[in-house]
């Protein structure tokens, strides 16, 4: 990976800044939503949607593509920008974010947009769609056709389904799919290791069947190449717990939950813009 990385690593690292900048914009244009989750998981979904995922922004209900199922859709800023970043849709739409009428709802909806693979909003239940997606693409005999990418949040696994539905995926063998664990360690009314706590949440997974890679969530060659990893395990699923930073980018925001679930205001926006921006220009600066 890293002969690929050093073309395209920068642009990456651009495009997941990039993609920040625009979160902020949405946010505060809206004055509703969720902070913290999209901007730590912002270079994941740049991997994602730039590098990983088999996908066409142009022809969106392509029968092979691969299927991304968020669980976690309080952070869906995250991903309606990384989409548009794509081409999905105009770059313009994201400030419609929950708006009415809008296709951009505070939790995604395929009533309103039709490109998303799932609606998604009750905490716990994406890991059981996506496992259902699994399945019946082995039972289709589709399974090595394409992937299905799972993301979730930390603090859903304080819900009974997520690990119901962690279990059957090992008991079945999926390896088509893949987990994905932000692992930013907050939710809305703390830290989690205070409200439930998770640890040792590697051993939990495997316990369970699952092949577990831990990675830096904010680390490109590591992120693309957890991927990779996952590809060539044939016996079980796999999980990635992407160890991140809730906040990433905006240093007021960073490891604070309170970010969790509020939008900036017109002043705490302008400065988290003007620090992205300034970290912009360093990234550029830097690989000159």
Aim: hydrophobic share 35%; aromatic share 8%.
């Amino acid at each position: 990976m890293k002969d690929l990385f050093e073309e395209k690593k920068i642009k990456l690292e651009e495009t997941a800044n990039d993609i920040r900048e625009s979160i902020i914009e949405m946010l505060v244009t809206a004055g509703s939503g969720h902070t913290a989750g999209p901007l730590g998981m912002a270079d994941i979904f740049t991997v994602l949607y730039f590098h990983t995922l088999k996908h066409d922004s142009k022809n969106p209900f392509w029968e092979d593509r691969d299927r991304l199922v968020l669980s976690n859709g309080h952070i869906c800023p995250v991903l309606y920008a990384t989409m548009a970043y794509a081409g999905y849709f105009p770059k313009e739409e994201l400030l419609t974010l929950r708006k009415f009428s809008s296709r951009l709802q505070g939790h995604p909806h395929r009533d309103y947009l039709s490109m998303l693979e799932t609606s998604s909003g009750p905490l716990g239940s994406g890991l059981s769609q996506a496992v259902g997606m699994a399945l019946a693409d082995k039972i289709d005999i589709k399974d090595g056709q394409r992937r299905i990418y799972c993301l979730m949040s930390d603090g859903e696994l304080d819900e009974g389904q997520s690990w119901e539905a962690v279990m059957l995926a090992g008991k079945n063998k999926l390896h088509n799919l893949v987990a994905v664990v932000d692992r930013n360690n907050i939710q809305i009314d703390g830290f989690t290791e205070d409200i439930m706590p998770l640890e040792s949440l590697s051993d939990k997974w495997r316990a369970f069947n699952w092949h577990v890679i831990e990675i830096d969530g904010h680390n490109m060659e590591e992120i693309a190449d957890a991927f990779e990893m996952s590809k060539t395990i044939f016996e079980k699923p796999t999980v990635i717990i992407a160890h991140t930073i809730p906040g990433k980018g905006v240093k007021e925001f960073e490891r604070d939950y309170r970010w969790h679930g509020k939008p900036p205001s017109p002043k705490e926006a302008e400065q988290a813009l003007k620090e992205l921006r300034t970290l912009g220009g360093k990234i550029k600066s830097e690989h000159e």
